[in-house]
C-alpha cells in the first residue's frame, strides 16, 4: 500500500483516549511521503505529542489508547506493537523535553541509541563518527556528563541518539522548545542534512510554525485534537488564517483558530443579508 | 595503652568486616532501586527464599555444594522472571508507591513459599569456614579475626567488583544505567525494559543468595534473617540508595559504628544499643545529607 502511495506514515481519522475518557485526539488524517520533512502544527493542548506517542506506541505508557482510525507504517498496521517492536522497525521518536540520560556521558547517551541493533563494538564506533559528523558540538563534549550539558546540546544528543538506531522515520517532538533561535536554526539544520543525506522522513511536532514551516516540506496545522489546515509547507507560509494566527502578522492580535472560523461565518451572512 | 588500641582496630576490623554483610544486602536493594525507583521490601525475603533453597538442596535431597549453589541461582533466576511477569510487567507506569506495596506482598508471598517447601526449622549450615578467630592473624598481629568474616569481606568485595565491571562496560549494564534516568526516554529509543528488569531481578537473587549464605553460615538459616535483611535500610540512607559504592561504604559503616558504640557506650544504656544504633545514625543522615554519602545527586542546570 506504501509503495503505491509513497507514503511512509498514513494516519486515517485516528482517534485516541486517555485513561478511557479523555478524547485527546478527535480525528487526525495525515500522511508522510517517503522522505520527507512534515510539520504537525499548532498549539498547547492541540495533540500534537498525542499524534506522534500513537504512532510511536508510546501512548500506552500514559494510560492512552488508539480507539478508532488506522495508523500505516511502512506497509505495516500499527496495533498492538510496543516501542522497541517499533524501533526494531526504523520508527524513532524523540520525545518532548529531550530526556537525555542525565547520568550517563554524551558518548554513552548516544551509544545506548544503539541498543536495538546488533552491533561490534568496531560498527558502533564507526556509527558514532558518522553521527559525530552531524553534530560536531558534540564531539567536543563527548566525556561530559549529558545532565550539565546545554539545552541545545541535549536536544542535539536526544537527536543523535535517535539516529543512532538508524530509523527509516524520525518522530520529532518539539525540538525547538526552550531554545534560543540560533540553537533552533541549527537544529534544523541538522535535521534537513539528515534528511537529505540519511533519507529519513521526519515527522515534527512544534509550535515554532515559521521555523518548523521553513524547513519542511508539507504541513498540519491542528487544533483540539483535529486537523483544520493542511498543505504545502510554501502554501501554508502564505495563508492569511496562518499569517494571522500562527505567525502572528496581524493588525488586530492574537485570535483563536475557531474565532477566525466564526467571523468568517459572520461575514458570509452579512454577504447574504 | 596499646592493649587498648589493639582491642580499638579489633573491634573496628570486626565492625567493618560483619558490615560486609550489610553491604551484600544492601546491594540486592541498590540494583532494584536503580532500575526501578522503588524500595524492595522483598529483598529480605529474597535472602531468606534463596539461602533456604540452597541449604535444602544439599539436605534434602544431598546434592553437592557447587551443583547447590547452580541450582539456587537457577532458582533465583527464575523468581526473577515470575517477578516481572506475574508483578512488574502487570503494574508498569503504575505510581512507585503502588510497586513498594506490591514489594511488600511479593515478600510474604516468598516467605510463605520458602517455608512450605523446606519446612520452618532453623538449619545449620556449614560453609566450612569456621566463625572463630584466624590463628595466623592472631598469632602475628595479636588481631582476633573471625575467618568467616573476612570470607564475606573478600566476597562482598570481589561481587563490587563484578557488578561495576557489568554495569560499566556491558551493553546490558547500559540499557540499565538509561533506565535507571529515565525509563521512558530509554523505552522510546528501543531498550526493553522487560529484559533489564529480569536482568535486575536476576542478580538482586544471586546477591541475596550470597548475602544469605554468609548471614546463614552464622546465625544458622531461618526466618529471622529477614528482619536481619532489613538492617540495610540504614545503610542505603547513608550510603544513597542508587550508589553501589555507597551500599559498600555505608555497610562498612554502619558495621564499624555500630560494633564501636556497642563496646565503648552500650554499658551506660545496658548493652545492645547495636539493634538501633544505626537507625539513630540514619536519623541524623535524613537530617542533614537525605541523598547519602554516595546518592545521586538530582542535577540541576542553572
Known sequence: MSSVSGNILELKNVKVVYDNVILALHDVTLNVPKGKIVALLGGNGAGKSTTLKSISTMLASERGKVTGGTINYDGNAIEKQNPSQMVNMGMVQVLEGRRCFGHLTVEENIISGAYSRKLSRGDINQELEKIYGYFIRLKERRKSQAGFTSGGEQQMIAVARAMMAKPKMLLLDEPSMGLAPQLVAEIFNIVKELNEKEGVSVLLAEQNTNVALKNSDHGYIIETGKVMLEGTAKSLLNDDKVKELYLGISKEGRKNFRDVLKEEGKKKKKKVN | ?302
Open chain 2, 1 to 302: 595503652m596499646a592493649d587498648q588500641i589493639l582491642f580499638f582496630i579489633e573491634v573496628v576490623v570486626g565492625g567493618l568486616l560483619a558490615g560486609t554483610m550489610y553491604s551484600l544486602v544492601a546491594l540486592g536493594f541498590v540494583l532494584i532501586y536503580k532500575a526501578s525507583a522503588t524500595f524492595n521490601f522483598s529483598q529480605g525475603a529474597m535472602v531468606f527464599f534463596a539461602v533456604l533453597a540452597f541449604v535444602g538442596f544439599m539436605q534434602d535431597f544431598n546434592v553437592p555444594f557447587v551443583l547447590a549453589f547452580f541450582l539456587a541461582v537457577f532458582l533465583m533466576i527464575i523468581v526473577g522472571l515470575c517477578t516481572e511477569r506475574l508483578v512488574l510487567r502487570p503494574l508498569m507506569n503504575q505510581s512507585e508507591d503502588t510497586l513498594l506495596m506490591a514489594t511488600i506482598g511479593l515478600g510474604y508471598v516468598l516467605e510463605g513459599l520458602a517455608q512450605a517447601m523446606w519446612g520452618v526449622e532453623v538449619r545449620r549450615l556449614d560453609l566450612g569456614i569456621k566463625d572463630f578467630p584466624i590463628p595466623w592473624i592472631a598469632d602475628n598481629l595479636k588481631l582476633f579475626i573471625s575467618a568467616i568474616d573476612l570470607t564475606a569481606g573478600i566476597v562482598a568485595f570481589g561481587m563490587i567488583i563484578g557488578l561495576t565491571l557489568l554495569f560499566k562496560y556491558t551493553k546490558m549494564g547500559l540499557g540499565l544505567r538509561a533506565v535507571a534516568d529515565d525509563a521512558g526516554a530509554a523505552s522510546s529509543i528501543g531498550i526493553p525494559l522487560k529484559h533489564i528488569m529480569l536482568l535486575v531481578w536476576s542478580a538482586a537473587g544471586v546477591v541475596a543468595l550470597v548475602a544469605g549464605m554468609m548471614w546463614g553460615a552464622r546465625a544458622g538459616v531461618q526466618f529471622a534473617l529477614v528482619d536481619l535483611a532489613l538492617k540495610a535500610l540504614p545503610v542505603l540512607i547513608i550510603g544513597g540508595f542508587s550508589s553501589i559504592p555507597g551500599a559498600i561504604i555505608g555497610g562498612l559503616l554502619i558495621g564499624a559504628v555500630e560494633k564501636v558504640l556497642e563496646v565503648y557506650i552500650g554499658p551506660f544504656f545496658g548493652g545492645a544499643i547495636e539493634g538501633w544504633a544505626p537507625y539513630v545514625l540514619a536519623i541524623f543522615f535524613l537530617l542533614y545529607r537525605p541523598e547519602g554519602l554516595f546518592g545521586e545527586k538530582i542535577i540541576r542546570r542553572v
